[in-house]
């Protein structure tokens, strides 16, 4: 009696066992079927399917186990997989992506399955370049040193974009020597910048060489923060 007692009791753990590890297998196998993305933040967006979209370029990531297809929509940056040659588009170019959400497991991680969207295909919609917006520095000024008793107030009269790299200013500078005005008069500069954003060199219009490499100190120091407002 005892030993069928046991029995039935040994055989009840050995199924209960199978039902766990069943729920547990179906757990894990389960793929999620809707997703989130910046690129349609309003919607639930279904693994597989091919979506069309109109963003502007931003960049090309082609030194990461990935490439990425790097573009902007509204105010966000989305990264796209898209482990192909270079588009060779410009920065600000509009255009139109077909994308969808697919899996991912990412190169030294075998084990881990994520989900991204791909780039599938991408065409130019125009040659119109996506404008940067300077009301947000017009009306503004910086005064540099121009020797004892010197001082020249560099005020922002026009600022205009010559592609994504490159944009030019007029300055109406104003000249004062011991706090009097004693002329005023305009200056074109050009600041030229990396696809990071990052200033490579200012120049005067009529000239080549970079003015940096003339100013010192807080001079120096004042174009460079300037340049920064123009391309943040």
């Not at 005892?2 to 009791?9: G, K, N, R, S, V």
């Not at 199978?18 to 989130?36: G, L």
């Amino acid at each position: 009696m005892f030993l069928f007692i046991f029995q039935a009791c040994e055989k009840k753990i050995e199924n209960q066992s199978k039902i766990n590890s069943t729920q547990k297998n179906s757990d894990v196998e389960k793929t999620p079927t809707e997703f989130k993305s910046l690129l349609r933040p309003n919607e639930n967006i279904e693994l597989g399917k091919i979506y069309t979209d109109t963003v502007n370029f931003v960049d090309f990531m082609d030194y990461t186990d990935d490439y990425y297809f790097v573009v902007k929509k509204n105010k966000d940056t989305m990264h796209l997989i898209f482990n192909k040659d270079n588009p060779n588009f410009t920065r600000g170019n509009k255009l139109e992506i077909k994308w969808k959400m697919d899996s991912l497991r990412p190169a030294g991680d075998p084990d881990f399955l994520d989900y991204q969207e791909f780039l599938i295909s991408s065409k130019k919609l125009s040659n119109e370049i996506s404008k940067r917006d300077f009301s947000k520095i017009k009306n503004q000024s910086f005064v540099i040193s121009c020797g004892t008793g010197c001082a020249m107030t560099h005020n922002i009269k026009k600022v205009e974009e010559i592609n994504p790299k490159s944009i030019k200013v007029t300055f109406e500078i104003d000249t004062y020597i011991d706090q009097e005005q004693t002329e005023t008069f305009d200056e074109i500069y050009t600041f030229y910048y990396d696809n990071a954003k990052v200033l490579k060199k200012i120049t005067r219009e009529g000239e080549t060489e970079n003015v940096l490499d003339n100013l010192m100190g807080s001079a120096k120091q004042s174009f460079e923060e300037f340049a920064v407002k123009l391309v943040n």
